[in-house]
């Protein structure tokens, strides 16, 4: 049996690192390869090079809203298509993420806990708790 107090932290810590891992990714494009880099990138791998600050923008905001729980779970699931991506770009590359040009294994293991996040929820320590209404929050600890 689950306390409320581990549902609570393990919510907290899933969207920690997934939110933080998400931003990391976020400036790791605009501060070390730059948007021009990721562009090129994007036109190696035969992708749309329009996708470029979309996918960034995406990779800020979605950041913030999973660290904040304001609507986490919901910028989980909608990051999915980005973590797609990614797998299917490093699929050629193998299992490992070290290897050149980095493998599969950690876009795929990223969207499982995008996924568990979407199924887990934000958590009592979530401002999207905190500024939802006395029936929403009963609803929610009703589903906990």
């Not at 976020?26 to 791998?45: E, N, R, S, Y």
């Not at 904040?68 to 590359?93: C, F, K, Q, Y």
């Not at 887990?120 to 589903?143: E, I, K, N, V």
């Amino acid at each position: 049996m689950r306390s409320a107090l581990s549902s609570d932290a393990a919510a907290a810590l899933l969207r920690a690192a997934l939110g933080t891992m998400w931003l990391s990714h976020a400036w790791l494009k605009l501060g070390v390869f730059t948007m021009a880099g990721f562009t090129g990138f994007l036109a190696q791998q035969g992708l749309p090079t329009a996708l470029a600050w979309p996918v960034v923008l995406a990779e800020v905001a979605g950041g913030v809203l999973i660290l904040a729980g304001w609507h986490g779970r919901w910028a989980s699931i909608a990051l999915l298509p980005v973590l797609a991506g990614a797998t299917l770009v490093h699929a050629a590359n193998g299992w490992v993420f070290s290897a050149a040009n980095g493998g599969w294994e950690y876009p795929v293991f990223l969207a499982a806990m995008s996924l568990v996040h979407a199924l887990l929820g934000d958590g009592a320590w979530a401002l999207g708790r905190a500024t939802s209404s006395p029936a929403q929050q009963r609803l929610a600890g009703a589903r906990a």
